[in-house]
């Protein structure tokens, strides 16, 4: 309860903003805008449940994970209703109380109640963007075909670019754990094996090649302007549920635990406009309104604008044997992109068998990241494969020819309907949305049941499909809430125990472990059971011969088991490494654990090299002294700021360049400046992009080191992929390139 209060005091229009984030509609609350459409399509084909989807996702499970999931209904029940108590003293300007936040006022928003399906909601922005890997094999089925059309006549080149793209077992990358681990479903992918030569789909028959250019995305919103249902005229489009926002829309309640509602209320107006109305010499008015619009646009941009960095956890873990104390040490970076205000929130709770203390995701009322009496813990984003691209094959119900527009496939000789649900709101304009009128938003939900949304179409040998993705973990986002439970109670005293329990987290993370004695290093998720014949890096058929071992993962399902899902004994993990360290930065989890579909990047040059090389350029000097917390937090940060492509690549460049002189004097004094730039550091680890010797906290005044060499690194880098590898320009231009450039720091 007072987690819930105390995040309703700090987070209160964030986490509103995540609860409708998380449903696919932002536009619902935030209004009309490119930004916020591309937020609800992402979302809203995610996962785009409604209401009373997300209320049973609540009751399966708890019913799912046994004996903790009572607790977690509690603890859950217990946190609404101190965030709706924190709403409701808000609302009725009770003694003491804060004012409204400024966001609600100026945007003409109404503070609704909350209910434990924004908890579901938010669980489901958290996995979209930290806790899935694959579902890109649609991507791989195109790099394929633009493949075989740069070299119609030679498949064995085409095969051996798309093999050395793919990286899907690089036997030279760096791994979190140094012991192998072949228990993936299926166990090894075969690196000879490509589509475009004889014989594959008869080793491969449930694997489906597209046909070259004939995917189509289906977008899933139908927006146009419309008007307020009192001021429309004959023929005017009447904006539909005006005014109305879908957390309060009713739902089916099983036996539950009565939680606090907040009364529903909306301040006077004279209260919700009192900052407006404030003297010209008062500029508490004007700060609330650029806080107001900055909130929004800050949430914006961290979820929907590409060219925002992406997330880059790490952590990097030392045995008692590699330190000055004698004591295990532990440096956690968890990053959850940049949201202002930040999308983690700290707390500390301790009562009622409750002792922890760390950060959460806004929204949820257990530690997620952090430490409890004895043993601290964090996490970092994995990627495992638990998404597969299914291609169902069209037809129609009544017979006759299928169509690109058909809603019924084929599965197990039937023609099976699609479920389709169709939904509307208002994107009701405001402040920040630019003068762009109301606008009517439909958004048409279609499921394949045995497998999940369907997001697409295309052809195979001519005929039309319909792509749909089955992800594990659909309609079960609530199920990892017995290992924050248990991890909340302190269940666990060691790295066994720390396994056992983070077992239970269904999402796909590294998760790192520390206590007095031990480090520790598990990797968490749901992996499925998958049929033979089919290749993990493209599609597969839908039609009922190659299913998960799991089925109907397309809705609620009460023939749910764990047990059809790989067992602890498959997942990576390790304590206390004869190496004496744990260094991870989402690279590979373990030798023989292969890549999901879409991670085309763990090859040898991968950023967690720099903080490997770090720790151990620390013991290599005189003395070979042990390492403290000081000198671990400046392994990580020095990481943090250098240019992998100058500490990774440059040596390799030099080498090959060997004597450089007969260079022109000026390409000489280059090649010199590069080299001075990648020794420039602790223990001659350089090629750092930042001020050492900097003014703190004033940016503008910032001015790198070695500047000269990184604005020539930025400008030489793409010339030199132009130059030395014109088969990847190639492959970009044609539009179906998996992955992306090297992205430098402050690039």
């Not at 166990?187 to 597209?210: M, N, Q, R, S, W």
């Not at 994995?382 to 998404?387: E, K, L, P, R, S």
């Not at 390790?574 to 744990?582: K, L, T, V």
């Not at 539009?735 to 090297?742: A, Q, S």
Request: contains cysteine.
């Amino acid at each position: 309860f007072g987690t819930g209060y105390a995040t309703g005091a700090d987070r209160m229009f964030l986490v509103d903003t995540l609860r409708h984030i998380g449903r696919g509609r932002m536009s619902d609350f935030l209004g009309p805008s490119g930004g916020n459409y591309s937020s609800d399509r992402s979302l809203g084909s995610f996962g785009g449940y409604d209401e009373q989807e997300l209320e049973d996702q609540i009751q399966q499970s708890a019913a799912r994970v046994g004996v903790n999931g009572d607790q977690a209904l509690s603890d859950v029940n217990a946190f609404v209703a101190g965030i709706n108590q924190y709403i409701d003293d808000v609302l009725s300007m009770a003694e003491g109380a804060e004012e409204l936040p400024v966001e609600y006022a100026f945007l003409g928003l109404e503070l609704r109640p909350f209910t434990r399906r924004d908890v579901v909601a938010v669980a489901t922005l958290v996995f979209s963007r930290f806790a899935v890997g694959g579902g890109g094999e649609h991507r791989q089925s195109e790099l394929i075909t633009g493949l075989d059309s740069l070299y119609p006549d030679d498949p064995e080149t085409a095969c051996q670019l798309w093999r050395d793209m793919r990286q899907a077992d690089d036997p030279e990358r760096p791994n979190t754990t140094s012991l192998r681990f072949e228990t993936q479903s299926p166990a090894t992918i075969d690196e000879d094996a490509c589509p475009l030569e004889e014989g594959f789909f008869d080793e491969y028959p449930g694997a489906v090649v597209l046909d070259a250019g004939s995917f189509e995305e289906i977008d899933i919103l139908d927006i146009e302007d419309c008007v307020a249902p009192d001021m429309a005229n004959p023929g005017d489009v009447e904006c539909p549920n005006y005014r109305q926002d879908v957390v309060d829309d009713e739902v089916s309640l099983a036996e539950l635990e009565p939680v606090q509602p907040a009364r529903r209320m909306s301040l006077p107006l004279d209260a919700r406009t009192q900052l407006a109305l404030c003297s010209v010499e008062d500029h508490r008015a004007e700060l609330a309104y650029d806080r107001a619009l900055g909130t929004v646009e800050a949430v914006r941009l961290a979820l929907s604008d590409p060219t925002r960095p992406r997330a880059m956890s790490n952590a990097i873990l030392a045995s008692g044997d590699e330190t000055e104390s004698g004591d295990p040490i532990a440096v956690f970076g968890p990053q959850t992109g940049y949201f202002s205000p930040q999308f983690l929130i700290e707390f500390s709770q301790h009562g009622g068998g409750v002792d922890t203390r760390g950060a959460t995701f806004s929204g949820f009322p257990w530690v997620v990241l952090g430490r409890g009496i004895d043993h601290a813990y964090s996490a970092t984003s994995a990627g495992d494969d638990i998404i597969d691209v299914r291609v169902l094959r069209l037809c129609e119900e009544g017979g006759g020819p299928a169509t690109r527009d058909s809603k019924s496939y084929l599965y197990n000789g039937v023609c099976t309907p699609m479920f389709e649900r169709v939904e509307e709101w208002t994107a009701e304009t405001n402040l920040t949305t630019g003068g762009t009128p109301d606008q009517k938003v439909a958004r048409t939900i279609l499921r394949a049941t045995e497998y999940g949304p369907v997001f697409g179409t295309a052809t195979v040998g001519g005929e039309p499909v319909a792509i749909a993705r089955q992800r594990s973990t659909y309609f079960g986002e609530p199920d990892s809430i017995s290992t924050l439970v248990t991890v909340s109670r302190n269940a666990m005293s060691d790295p066994e125990s720390f396994f056992e329990a983070f077992n239970g987290i269904t999402g796909v993370f590294n998760w790192m472990y520390v206590d007095a004695d031990n480090i520790a290093y598990f990797n968490s998720g749901l992996l499925p059971k998958r049929a033979s014949g089919i290749h993990p890096d493209l599609p597969q058929w839908g039609t009922g011969e190659f299913d998960w071992e799991q089925t109907d993962t397309g809705g609620l399902n009460p023939e749910f088991s764990f047990d059809n899902f790989l067992p602890l004994e498959s997942h990576p993990r390790e304590a206390n490494p004869a190496s004496g360290y744990i260094v991870q930065w989402n690279n590979a989890q373990a030798p023989g654990f292969w890549a999901n579909d879409s991670q085309v990047g763990w090859g040898p040059t991968y950023r967690s090299v720099m903080l490997d090389s770090r720790l151990q350029a620390f013991r290599a000097q005189a003395g070979s002294p042990l390492h403290t917390r000081a000198s671990m937090v400046e392994a990580m940060i020095d990481a943090g700021t250098t240019d992998l492509r100058g500490e990774a690549v440059l040596p390799e460049v030099f080498e090959v360049l060997g004597d450089v002189s007969d260079l022109e004097p000026f390409a000489q004094d280059v090649v010199q400046m590069m080299k001075d730039w990648v020794a420039n550091g602790p223990s001659g680890l350089g090629s750092m992009r930042r001020d050492r010797d900097g003014p703190g906290l004033d940016a503008g005044s910032l001015r790198y080191e070695d500047r000269e060499a990184v604005a020539f690194m930025d400008e030489w880098w793409d010339n030199m992929i132009g130059e030395l590898l014109p088969q990847i320009t190639e492959v970009e231009d044609l539009g179906v390139m998996v992955g992306g450039r090297h992205n430098a720091p402050g690039g």
